[in-house]
């Protein structure tokens, strides 16, 4: 090292930390102020007082490591305030009565957690990105993405007002990036009141904001009208490149087979172009044609990748969900 270099590098270091300035002034004087000496403990000439240096790193040794030693102590404490705040965030279960709504008390937070996997796993969502729940209901796949979605946001809309309060009070109060809407929507089975047709309904959000939309046993109760017309919403209100995943009852030659012969617990019997098993009562349990859905998915602009993640609800086994699961891209 030469004795300019040496100067400039002991200078910057002085100036740039005031701690290693303190170091470097307790540091043995000769090894700073001297370049060429003979040392005698090594017995040859050198640049630096290599001994006197050693001794120094070594009296230094024990403060560096304990320096160390209390950084992993503070990571770990970081990731015990991460996980307490994770904790204070995630809101309570709904009362079981809002939980018998969407479909079941018993699996609730599964259901959710199931979910949450495949947003991530199969459609790649990221922590940035911006969700629409169409139909969110009392929040079951809200809550799994609450620790997840920190520097994206959450909007989910539903037609049923004691839901929506619910998630208000329990989700938006802790977290203001995640909104909740009510829409007082008519649905025989859910909403038969409501005020506003959703067919001709234009969702409460601009022009190609969301990067990612879910309806998660939303289009298993609607209409074809109101089914074709949710397409073109979400075609509009996706960013171009962003993702869609929904689920349906498909009926296809296989599923057709196990409903026939009573290997599915839904009775389903064709009515106009679409399946219903109580035909009183239409939107209680809606199917669809597989054929249909990929002409109107396809003429919404919103084409469903291949595979179809068939559910195992027509008696199928060995299947991720219950119902069938379809992905589908708003086109970059
Ligand atoms: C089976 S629940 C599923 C709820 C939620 N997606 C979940 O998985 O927990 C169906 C939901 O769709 C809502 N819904 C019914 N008709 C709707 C419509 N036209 N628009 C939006 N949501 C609707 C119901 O109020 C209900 O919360």
Not at 16 to 34: T, V
Not at 242 to 264: D, H, K, P, Q
Request: a neutral charge; one cysteine or more.
């Amino acid at each position: 090292m030469s004795e300019l270099f040496r100067k400039r590098f002991l200078r910057s270091l002085m100036n740039e930390n005031p701690a290693m300035s303190a170091a470097i002034a307790s540091a043995p004087i000769r090894c700073l102020k001297r370049s060429f000496v003979f040392c005698e403990t090594c017995a040859r000439f050198s640049f630096w007082y290599d001994c006197d240096l050693m001794r120094w790193f070594t009296k230094m040794l024990p403060s560096v490591k304990r320096l160390l030693r209390e950084s992993d102590e503070l990571q770990s404490r970081i990731a015990e305030m991460q996980e307490e705040l994770n904790a204070f965030y995630r809101p309570p279960l709904p009362p079981v009565e809002l939980q018998l709504r969407v479909g079941g008390a018993g699996n609730f937070t599964d259901v959710g957690e199931a979910f949450f996997s495949l947003f991530k796993n199969v459609t790649g969502l990221k922590p940035y990105e911006g969700v629409l729940d169409v139909g969110c209901g009392c929040g079951r796949i809200a809550t799994p993405l609450i620790g997840y979605l920190k520097q994206g946001w959450y909007c989910g809309f539903d037609v049923d007002p004691v839901s929506i309060e619910w998630c208000k009070a329990n989700i938006t109060t802790r977290l203001r990036n995640f909104q909740f809407d009510l829409v007082d929507l008519k649905n025989t089975y859910y909403n038969p009141q409501g005020q506003v047709d959703p067919a001709a309904f234009c969702f409460p959000y601009p022009d190609d904001h969301f990067d990612f939309a879910f309806l998660a046993s939303v289009f298993t109760h609607t209409l074809p009208a109101i089914t074709r017309n949710y397409l073109s919403e979400l075609r509009r209100v996706l960013r171009p490149g962003g993702r869609l995943m929904m689920t349906y009852f498909l009926i296809n030659a296989e599923s057709w087979e196990c409903v026939s012969s009573g290997r599915s617990p839904h009775p389903f019997q064709a009515l106009d172009d679409y399946y219903v098993v109580d035909p009183n009562k239409p939107e209680t349990t809606i199917g669809y044609d597989e054929a249909q859905i990929t002409e109107w998915h396809e003429s919404a602009g919103l084409p469903i990748r291949k595979p179809v993640h068939y559910g195992s609800w027509a008696g199928r086994s060995s299947c991720q969900s219950y119902q069938d699961i379809v992905i589908a891209d708003r086109p970059a």
